[in-house]
């Protein structure tokens, strides 16, 4: 299964979203890191200490000469216990569209062994990485509640819609909002922009600096509210691809 995650301008989070609903994931999952304005958690996550030789970059070469089982043996690198494996990203913009996404992510979803979430960045629609999403089970906008996320969240809803060739109303392409009531609420958010709500996750600093920062988890990292909301989404993305993919 292959959930895509993008955001729209205006509303941060979707690396710290993708990671922490991995980390609650309730099968082997990948995270993979697909921004096409490059990668933040070798520098994020990491905190700096990610091996050279582990990320896309490499990756994509040995998918030349070998099947992607291999490639992803070489090139995940799990950063700590708490975290899940990750496909670091390229390190410069402007790489993206020299990767070839689709046979990448046809590969990733074909496993079944494991679920792959991409973060897919921002989303704009030349950035390359649109072939990608094309192939997801589920694509999820990540969104805040304030008036200028919402107002950019709702004009990059319907070019995702014909991106994907998503017909309105389509479960494969949903909403999770960030911070709700802020103050606008979730269906409110989901209504203005003509999608499906996935979820909420909570704002909650000290957590998500985790994943963005590379903090340590502090006591309580378990039971945190972003973490218990990222347990949430991720057994609805869960049953959601398994819907979208006609998987049993
Ligand atoms: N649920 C949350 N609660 C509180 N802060 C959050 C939450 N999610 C993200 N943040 C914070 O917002 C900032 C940006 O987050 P993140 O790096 O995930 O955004 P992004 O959309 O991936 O940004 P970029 O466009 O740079 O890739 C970080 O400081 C992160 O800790
Ligand atoms: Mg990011």
Request: net charge neutral.
């Amino acid at each position: 299964m292959l959930i895509g995650m993008v955001s729209a301008k205006g509303s941060p989070g979707v690396t710290t979203s993708a990671l922490a609903v991995a980390s609650r994931w309730p099968r082997r999952v990948l995270v993979l890191e697909a921004d096409p304005f490059g990668g933040d958690v070798r520098a994020g996550l990491g905190g700096g200490e990610w091996p050279s030789s582990a990320g896309l970059a490499d990756a994509v070469v040995d998918l030349r000469s070998t099947g992607m089982d291999e490639a992803l043996r070489r090139r995940v690198h799990r950063p700590a216990s708490h975290a899940p494996p990750v496909l670091a990203g390229l390190g410069c913009v402007g790489q993206a569209p020299s990767v070839a996404w689709t046979q990448l992510a046809t590969a990733l979803g074909r496993m079944t062994g494991a679920d792959t979430v991409a973060d897919c960045g921002r989303f704009a629609v030349l950035d390359g990485v649109t072939p990608l999403l094309r192939v997801c089970d589920v694509v999820v906008l990540v969104v805040g509640s304030g008036l200028r996320a919402v107002r950019a969240a709702s004009r990059v809803a319907p070019l995702l819609h014909d991106e994907l060739g998503a017909e309105p109303g389509d479960v494969r392409v949903t909403l999770l909002v960030v911070g709700p009531d802020e103050p606008y609420s979730s269906p409110e958010i989901a209504a203005g922009c003509g999608l499906s709500l996935l979820g909420e996750l909570p704002r909650d600093r000290r957590t998500a600096d985790v994943w963005s920062d590379g903090t340590p988890p502090a006591r309580g990292f378990d039971r945190s509210p972003l973490q218990r909301g990222a347990g949430r989404i991720a057994t609805k993305l869960v049953r959601a691809g398994t819907a979208g993919s006609g998987a049993a």
